[in-house]
């Protein structure tokens, strides 16, 4: 199992629309293309409030590829991030990071 940590920065004044973008489309986008979704933060204390922090799970390296170009096809895909970019980028910018569980994580 490899796990992929990617941290959105919002543009100003886009975290509501970039919120209501995953929770009303892009966590079932991801699960109807084998993407598995394990959890979504923001910041309490520390750090910057205009991030999305979020963790997805994957089998292996290419289960990561075939899930994320299936995913970048959709049409569905296409649609809502047009519409929801209707007034403007929601992300600055996007870091990621894929990580394996050492032999000791609780999590595998």
């Known amino acids: 199992m490899i796990y992929e940590l990617r941290i959105y920065t919002a543009n100003t004044g886009k975290m509501v629309a970039l919120h209501a973008r995953f929770r009303d489309h892009t966590l079932a986008l991801f699960e109807r293309h084998g993407i598995k979704n394990i959890g979504y933060w923001t910041n309490t204390v520390g750090g910057r409030s205009d991030e999305l922090w979020y963790m997805l799970a994957f089998e292996d390296m290419e289960h990561r590829q075939r ?41 595998h």
């Not at 991030?81 to 569980?101: F, K, Q, Y």
């Open 67 to 107: 899930a994320w170009a299936a995913f970048g096809a959709d049409p569905d895909w296409h649609h809502v991030r047009a519409e929801s970019e209707v007034d403007g980028p929601l992300v600055h910018h996007i870091e990621n990071r894929l990580m394996s569980p050492t032999d000791y994580s609780p999590m």
